[in-house]
Each structure stands twice: as structure tokens, then as C-alpha cells.
């Protein structure tokens, strides 16, 4: 062979060799990321399977790799665990509400295809989605105090006249804050022995939230804390304004501020429109917002998401 026929040989080799790592670069090349997670054009094409190589095509196989990226980083995150008695309990519920056995809802899926394993998988499956759902669901919730201020005036205003009443109640407390040296037992054996103190006739009410509340501001007026609705307050100290009859001590109990014993000292009745109002603001806005997660809840997965499209 002669050295120019060799050549030329070679130059056609490494020209197909520079066209074929040139196509794989191509091919290969990175069109999106998703926190930071590469997605590939080799995978867009797998994804559109026998779908024509459209712009359209292409952005819809893509948004769905975005899509599921996203759903399994969801799930990840969530931590959550889906443990065999809860997929059992859903299985025994489906044959029940089918007037089925669990023997007998065996033979149908038996006469299906689908074994028993893979049956609870998908049970598994779709129980751990709608559990990351949900909570995805609840993250993505966000009202603001603007947007329920600007709500219910509107409501107020298109109801003249409205006007919404409701029992006030004059309480006092004494906190106990937890702090290193002070833990959940001591607050509440310490809050204990407070209570039987003033019950005793040992010390009173006043005195005592004086000497050891750490709500300093009503500690200083003996607990006061005025009249005010239950609503007003955290949940738990609510309910025990509610469950508590004038003039008699709570037990101990504990809010996110810390362990509390009240007392009922008045009630009156006031004008409650403006807080109704603005809970049925938020009410309002609350389950606006849920109806609209609800439709696609991943989209709220893609706002907390950075998302960056490159030249596909």
C-alpha cells in the first residue's frame, strides 16, 4: 500500500472518529438542570419514546424528567415510611368495601395479572405519594397579613351593618418559661405546687404570678391579661379558657411559650366583627390556596425549585 493511500486511511479514521465523538458531545449535552441535577438531550429523547422530535415534543418530555426529578427528591426529603401493617390495612379495607374476602380479592387480582406483591407495592406507592403530597401541599400555603387585612374589609364592606358577637373573658396566668435548667417536669411539678399555694390560702393568685411569672408584663399587674377572646390567644391556652369555669385554677398545661396555669376571672360580651371577619379572610384565602395546589401540586414543587433551561 502506499504511503499516501495510508494516509489518507487515517485521516478518514480520525475525521470519523472527531464526527462521532462530536455526535456523542451532541448527544450528550446537558439542556436543563434542576438544583443542580443535569438532564440530558439523551434523556429528552428516551422520554419522547416514539413521539415526533418536535420543539413541543421536546419541552414536554422535558418539563416531566423536571417533573419527576422533583417528586423523588419530594419523597426523599420527606422521610416518610409506609410500613406493611398500614398497606395491609389499606388492602383488607378494599376487599371490604368491595363485599370481597381477602382470599376472594387474592383470586381477583390472581385473574388479573397481578400478584399479591406487586399489589401492595402499589398500594405502598400510592400511599407514600399522597403523604408527600400533602405535605408538600401544606408547605406551599402562604397567606399573608396584608392579603387577610385587604380581604375582610372588602367582606365588611359588602356587608353593612354586619355585626358578630361573642364572649370575652378576663383571665390571669402565671408562665413558667423552660430554659437549660428548668425542664418540662420541674415547670410543671413547680406550677403544681403554685396552684396548691393559692388554694391553700398560702399566697394568692396576684402575689404569686407576681413573684414567679415570666410573662413580666401581666406578672407585674398579678397575671392580668385583660379581656380578650379565646381565639385570640394559642390554641391550647384557648381551649383552656374554654374549659375552665370562672373563678376555679387550671391544672398545669404547656404552649409553644412555655407551661401555664389560669384562672377565669370575668366574662362580658363584645364585638367580635372585625376578628370574625378577618378569620373568614383567612379561612377564604386558606382554602383558595389549597383548591389551587391541589390541582397541581408539583408546580408548588417547581416555585422551591431553581430550574435552569440551557440551548436544547
Not at 62 to 81: F, M, P, R, T
Not at 128 to 141: D, F, H, P, T
Not at 176 to 188: E, H, I, S
Not at 266 to 295: F, M, P, S, V
Request: charged share 25%; hydrophobic share 40%; with cysteine.
Amino acid at each position: 500500500m502506499k504511503i499516501s493511500q495510508l494516509k489518507s486511511i487515517l485521516l478518514a479514521a480520525i475525521g470519523f472518529c472527531v464526527i462521532s465523538t462530536n455526535a456523542q458531545a451532541v448527544e450528550e449535552r446537558v439542556v436543563a438542570t434542576v438544583d443542580g441535577v443535569p438532564i440530558l438531550a439523551s434523556q429528552v429523547r428516551s422520554a419522547m419514546g416514539k413521539q415526533a422530535n418536535t420543539e413541543s415534543n421536546r419541552q414536554k418530555a422535558l418539563d416531566k424528567i423536571i417533573d419527576d426529578i422533583l417528586v423523588q427528591k419530594a419523597i426523599k426529603e420527606s422521610g416518610v415510611k409506609i410500613d406493611n401493617r398500614q398497606v395491609e390495612r389499606v388492602i383488607e379495607g378494599i376487599a371490604a368495601q368491595n363485599g370481597l374476602t381477602y382470599g376472594q380479592l387474592l383470586d381477583a387480582l390472581d385473574y388479573q395479572g397481578i400478584t399479591l406483591t406487586q399489589f401492595r407495592n402499589q398500594i405502598a406507592n400510592q400511599m407514600l405519594m399522597a403523604e408527600v403530597r400533602n405535605r408538600s401541599i401544606g408547605k406551599n400555603i402562604d397567606v399573608t397579613r396584608e392579603q387577610v387585612e385587604s380581604l375582610s374589609e372588602q367582606m365588611l364592606k359588602n356587608a353593612p351593618g354586619a355585626k358578630v358577637m361573642g364572649t370575652e373573658y378576663q383571665v390571669r396566668h402565671i408562665l413558667l418559661k423552660l430554659n437549660p435548667l428548668l425542664n418540662d417536669a420541674q415547670a410543671k411539678a413547680q406550677l403544681t405546687q403554685i396552684r396548691a399555694d393559692i388554694l391553700a390560702g398560702k399566697t394568692t393568685f396576684a402575689d404569686a404570678a407576681k413573684a414567679h411569672s415570666k410573662d413580666y408584663l401581666s406578672g407585674a399587674n398579678g397575671g392580668d391579661l385583660g379581656f380578650a377572646f379565646p381565639e385570640t390567644y394559642a390554641e391550647q391556652f384557648g381551649q383552656t379558657i374554654l374549659k375552665t369555669k370562672q373563678g376555679t385554677i387550671s391544672a398545669p398545661f404547656k404552649t409553644e411559650f412555655g407551661w401555664h396555669i389560669l384562672e377565669v376571672i370575668g366574662t362580658r360580651e363584645g364585638d367580635k366583627t372585625q376578628y370574625a371577619y378577618r378569620q373568614k379572610a383567612y379561612e377564604t384565602l386558606i382554602n383558595q390556596q389549597l383548591k389551587e395546589e391541589e390541582i397541581d401540586w408539583v408546580k408548588g414543587l417547581r416555585r422551591g425549585a431553581e430550574i435552569k433551561y440551557l440551548n436544547q
